[in-house]
């Protein structure tokens, strides 16, 4: 390996020079030409450390971010994700990633362009939008390097924070019904929908956990609902998203007698479904929400412009929300870690970051004053 200075004579009769970093990787020479002598010497020691390590690509071998694309996306498709999450990805590579990086090679990338990149994102698109399509950029890379096709991940070590100046928080009556709305919205509903509306409210059902729940894991004698599959956009039948998503869920007398009147009259299929359409289907989850909507003008809960008020998902903030309050409010005052469990959460980070402000702070009311008085005795 070495480095040495090139000079020549243009048409014009201009002259040139530039540095020259020339090195041997398996018997094939590879030069790359830089202005400054000192970039031509940094790179000439970056390449000679990579190709002892067996870890070196060639500029002119290096595949481009394109490509590398497609090998990830094989890659995700091969490992068996599901057909929504690469439906996505694919969405991210071909809307976001390939227009603004496609024709870059994986060697000429740097953290500083990751970063214009990054920026560029967040000039275009929301904040969750632009993380999840960095993160998907990042998979890209790391696929890359675990191929061989780079050394390293230019792009690990760029974020895209979270917004908490952005982040709203749930609020009853706005973003999560009042037990007088839940009331109103159960009584408001017919006997073939009040059976879905029950299990969601007190169980926190997800919609896709809901569409894929069999009668298997329904255990109507010991009051426990199984979380085992769920149903994804295309109605494919699968395991939960993550290990986390496989929980069991106590339910109370209320819901195990709705279940079970429901059981006699619930449409009978291959599945085994609890919640199936009239010929034992899998429910489309748009249809599930057609189905809400007059319920909830039934119900009285519509905004200004005489639309549903809620959707399917503020059931899920409901059952939550219902977990934290405290007894004397009404609610399980359950804690934390438990409240995590019964929602099927990945991490308590998630539970505390979306629900956190619910629990109870102990220190309001009563409690305060006799803290006090203890104080002072």
């Known amino acids: 390996m070495s480095v040495r200075k090139r000079t020549w004579t243009t048409r014009k009769g201009e002259q040139r020079e530039a540095w020259i970093a020339h090195y041997l990787k398996n018997g094939d020479q590879h030069i790359k030409t830089f202005e400054r002598k000192k970039d031509a010497e940094a790179y000439e020691i970056k390449a000679r450390a990579e190709v002892g390590a067996g870890v070196h690509t060639a500029p002119s071998k290096s595949i481009t971010v394109l490509q590398a694309a497609e090998n990830w996306l094989k890659h995700v498709q091969r490992e068996g994700r599901e057909r929504a999450t690469v439906a996505q990805y694919r969405q991210h590579v071909y809307k976001h990633i390939n227009p603004r990086l496609g024709h870059d090679r994986l060697s000429a990338l740097t953290t500083p362009r990751i970063n214009s990149f990054r920026d560029n994102l967040l000039g275009d698109m929301s904040r969750p939008l632009a993380r999840k399509v960095l993160v998907s ?5 790391k ?4 191929r061989g096709d780079v050394a390293q ?3 690990a070590g760029v974020s895209i924070g979270v917004d908490k100046r952005a982040k709203r928080k749930l609020k009853a009556g706005v973003d999560i019904p009042t037990p007088d709305e839940v009331k109103r919205l159960i009584d408001a509903a017919s006997d073939n929908w009040r059976p879905l ?3 969601v409210v007190f169980t926190g059902l997800r919609a896709s956990e809901l569409r894929g729940l069999r009668w298997e894991d329904v255990d109507l004698k010991r009051a426990v609902l199984h979380v085992r599959q769920r149903a994804d956009r ?3 039948l699968g395991a939960p998203k993550s290990h986390s998503g496989e929980r069991g869920i106590p339910i109370g007398p209320f819901v195990v007698n709705t ?4 059981k006699l009259a619930c449409p ?13 289907q899998v429910y489309d989850h748009k249809n599930i929400l057609r189905g809400l909507a007059p319920i909830m003008v039934r119900a009285g809960l519509t905004d200004k412009t005489g639309e549903p008020k809620y959707g399917l998902h503020a059931l899920r903030h409901f059952f939550a929300s219902w977990c934290i309050n405290r007894k004397a409010d009404g609610g399980l005052e359950l804690p934390a870690k438990l409240v995590q469990e019964r929602m099927g ?3 308590i980070l998630m539970t505390m970051d979306t629900y956190g402000h619910l629990f109870p702070q102990g220190d309001h009311g009563a409690e305060l004053a006799a803290a006090e008085r203890a104080l002072l005795a």
Do not use: C, D, M
Request: positive net charge; without cysteine; charged residues 20%.
């Open 153 to 155: 991940n230019v792009a």
């Open 143 to 146: 696929e890359a390097q675990r």
């Open 268 to 280: 009978k299929g291959e599945g085994g479904l609890v919640f199936p359409t009239a010929t034992g």
């Open 234 to 236: 295309y109605k494919t």
């Open 345 to 347: 959460h990945a991490s």
């Open 137 to 141: 950029l990042k998979s890209i890379l």
């Open 259 to 262: 279940l079970r009147q429901w």
């Open 197 to 199: 509306l029950v299990t």
